[in-house]
């Protein structure tokens, strides 16, 4: 454990990441650069990629056994796929020795947060956490310090979370850089079935459709507007099913603007065309190119 | 007119440039930066804007009356919206008093190079081009000489275009940085129709999906895959129109791939998913990241 600093001491001193991928590794690195913990224990199930994560200096410590590490964590943050994670945060709970908070950094906050509302031991609260980065790649080689930094981070509380460890955890991702947005887990999957979901199975839609001679010409819009469709099959399916029926909602909606510029082209309407593409400029343009 | 230099003489000594935006502003940067011209015209509607072009240094000089300049020009590019290239084609070859070849910069070909096969006069011979590269923004305040760096330009000759007319524009897009594609109009429409118009439409509608109320929640993924929903609304309901039934065909294909997505998910079949999503991301894998 490196030695605590003259400064003041952090909110959580010893702080566990489950999965240290691109968000786990990329919430380590920003731990490690902004003092926001003094010691950092990556766990996961290969030793040797925890190894190359510590020579890396992503992590300070490598753990294989979640149960030791939880023991020992003041804050654990799981980063595994969505339908890993509730699972993951009842083997934890039952290990740990002192208060502890647990949070996430999953897709999907409605089933996660509803299953973990009950039956953890009195010492350990969840709170359901979302920060909105990422990328297509994975892996902790791609990891980066600043991801969170000026971006959005969602926390879902429910009704029965403590304000206090809402609190501690929304201070905890400010610290981090990121903006903090608290909403309830089904107002987020709403939210991101809209923001993140459909755009990904819109994407991947696109994609399956260039036919294999037409990649070379493939530009830079066809490239930016499929980019997210080279995020990873497991991860985005379990997103998919693990908020179907919010996505669901959207894809009815998508459907029928598509329905809508479907009819205008095929009636000739430059009009209703013109139109169409107007209101789509002004919703993109008020979301800016940051 | 400047000076020529003691180089090769350029083939097309003067080079007239219809529109002066962020395409027409971008090829008249290149041909000065590349020598590949020794005078550009910019030919236009505003004199105001013009001279503000001359002042920039993106053209050598301005012209609103197209039969004066076109009378002057070896080369003259359209780069007017899709709708007004055939008609300001036609009014440009009635004024060229000399051997003059007549290009644009179109994002159809298939009925602006049918309705230019014939009735031109025998001094001035129209060849297709589509150079793959642009951007949501528009004005020659955007311009860049290095647009079509690596890019792909797509030419369109038809059964009648003289090969060496052909050779002429293909040279001159190598000049300014692009590798060139030789393509029937149609073979063109069809293609891009699936890699340009198609994404446009989709990422359009995407856009016009998002409700107000969640724009702050929209990160990286969504701003990337409905970035070019930013473009000018009538420049792209001249394009569908002008490319209407291989955009339907293309439309028809992806509302296909998403039938099978909402399928899937309503029907909880993880496998099926995974099995799309692997498929979508193999072929956006496929063409990279440039």
Chains 1, 2 share one sequence.
Do not use: Y
């Amino acid at each position: 454990m490196t030695a605590p600093t003259a400064q003041q001491q952090p909110d959580f001193p010893v702080i566990g990441i489950v999965g240290v991928g691109l968000i786990g590794g990329s919430i380590a690195l920003a731990i490690r650069q902004r003092g926001a913990g003094q010691h950092v224990i990556g766990i996961g199930r290969s030793a040797e990629r925890l190894a190359e994560a510590c020579r890396r200096g992503v992590i300070d410590e490598g753990e294989t056994d979640l149960a030791a590490a939880a023991r020992r964590c003041d804050l654990l943050i799981f980063c595994t796929p969505v339908d890993r994670i509730v699972a993951g945060v009842r083997e934890a709970a039952r290990a740990c020795g002192k208060p502890t908070v647990i949070t996430d950094a999953g897709s999907t906050k409605g089933a996660i947060c509803r299953e973990l509302a009950t039956g953890l031991p009195d010492a350990v609260t969840f709170v359901g956490s979302h920060p909105l980065a990422g990328s297509e790649q994975s892996g902790f080689e791609h990891a980066s310090a600043g991801l969170f930094d000026k971006r959005v981070c969602v926390v879902t509380p429910t009704l029965n979370t403590p304000a206090t460890a809402v609190t501690r955890v929304a201070k905890f991702w400010n610290e981090l850089g990121a903006t903090v947005l608290e909403m309830s887990p089904e107002a987020h999957d709403r939210a991101l079935a809209e923001t993140s979901h459909l755009p990904h199975l819109v994407a991947a839609a696109l994609a399956a459709t260039l036919l294999p001679a037409n990649r070379e010409l493939a530009a830079t819009g066809f490239r930016d507007t499929t980019r997210i469709a080279s995020g990873d099959a497991d991860l985005w399916t379990a997103i998919f099913l693990g908020n179907r029926d919010p996505v669901l909602a959207s894809l009815a909606r998508f459907e029928g603007e598509i329905a809508a510029f479907r009819q205008a082209l095929q009636q000739n309407d430059a009009a209703g065309l013109k139109k169409l593409l107007e209101t789509a400029k002004i919703s993109r343009d008020a979301i800016g190119t940051a």
